[in-house]
């Protein structure tokens, strides 16, 4: 065609009216319709490969993409369109002279809405056992190309990726005779976008990690799941995302039976307390404010279990969060009513339970479906001032065949138990973290302080019972013999502590003459 040919005519950004739309689809659902839908508006539907099947066999008029562009699908489908006549029909400034001058000289037939979404290569990647190449198959091409010209020249390329979208699309459609709104166009091309970053921050995520745990580039995408009332103070906005193609999150099959909607400082506190429980197999209850347990305790029952991490420091735990990991019985939710909680999570409860604890208007009731183990494979990352510290996740088990004991005196059957759980405990507490345990359940913690032995103090001054036959936790060594000799004077008789000191010659001795047991881990467990 010569350069003389007669030009399209000048349309005004957002004026489009869709007359073709290109179909190709990895995921199909409501596609049929979507597609039957623009062709009852009068859209010309071109489409590709398997999209083009399963629109002509519901019996809908297809124009072929290598009719389109002149040029095969090759190459098992992996080249079909990545062609000019496509890109330029999709790219073309519908208000510039020179642009459609040459979509008049080169033949460029225009391309009005594209509908696309892309292979499963986030799905394909997170299968056990998936072979490399077949994820590399999955890796999307022309997919994304198409994508991107579409949302580049939005106000004149409609693009849509997401099949929730086809109602409103046809809707909109159907009520402006065959146009987009520049707002819907707009918003669209952003959507586009967002699932273009998504798909490339997988892929570059699954090349990175290959061969290396801390990658050049630490890449990840965010979904939100919802709006927050407020961050930590109510002058803070706020929000809840869920990273992109983890195996779990903090919120996944988390069912909300009554109360408010969750805050940020929920959130915050849910982790902990869930986290704690989920670490042990018997009936456990953990009851955390402000990100720190004030009781946790294991029992014979999940009633016993409460009250004994209630009766730690029940002052502290009025209005905090609560996580158990058994069903709530009615038993246990009459003992719960009798306290003001402020989240309340366990994975089931009887109906007559959930009759008791709805009775009061705001409690938060959420039930933890989630069966799924974490990924513990996924690193701990802290936001700073521009920029993240990641490091791999504390999942340390510390078994008693690794510890050591290093006292004269060794302990009993009964402080080895006491022991281990005071151990879980304290690595779940804020550094400096000092914990007592007296028969499977918390009754003193000294948490964040900047010293150690105040630590220790803080952790007796909560004491509500006498702390004497109890055994103690600390997180870190002690740098001095201070710490323990203030414990043993309020007749603490095991401790368990990492070492590591210069100093722990001094504070084996001082608990050798004392007469307790010591236990060391070689392993500490900060938590900052």
Known sequence: MSDQTEAPSITAPGEVRVRRALLSVSDKRGIVDFARGLADLGVEIVSTGGTAKELASAGLTVRAIDDFTGFPEIMDGRVKTLHPKLYAGLLAVRDNPEHLRA????????????????????????????????????????????????????????????????????????????????ETREALAAEAFSTTARYDTAISRWFGEKDADFPPQYVRAYEKVTDLTYGENPHQRAAYYAQVGARTHLMSMVKQHHG???????????????TMVRDFEVPAVAIVKHNNPCGVALGGTVLDAYQNAFACDPLSAYGGVIALNRKVDRATAEALNGQFIEVLIAPAYDEDALEVLTSKKNVRILEDGERRTQSFGEPEVKQVDGGLLIQDRDTAKDPREAMEVVSAKRPTDAEWDDLLFCWRVAKQVKSNAIVLVSGLKTIGIGAGQMSRVDSVRLSLEKCRVDPAGSVLASDAFFPFADGPELAVEAGITAVIQPGGSIRDDEVVAAADAAGIAMVMTRRRHFRH
């Open 103 to 182: 979509t008049s000289a080169n033949d460029i037939e225009f391309v009005d809405l594209v509908c696309v979404n892309l292979y499963p290569f986030e799905r394909t990647a997170a299968r056990r056992g998936v072979g490399d190449a077949e994820v590399i198959e999955n890796i999307d091409i022309g997919g994304p190309t198409m994508i991107r010209a579409a949302a580049k020249n939005f106000a004149f390329s409609a693009v849509v990726v997401n099949p929730e979208s086809y109602d409103a699309i046809l809707q909109e459609l159907g009520e402006t005779v065959g146009k987009l709104s520049l």
């Open 260 to 274: 408010k909607q969750l805050s940020f400082n929920n959130l915050l506190d849910l982790e902990a307390a869930r």
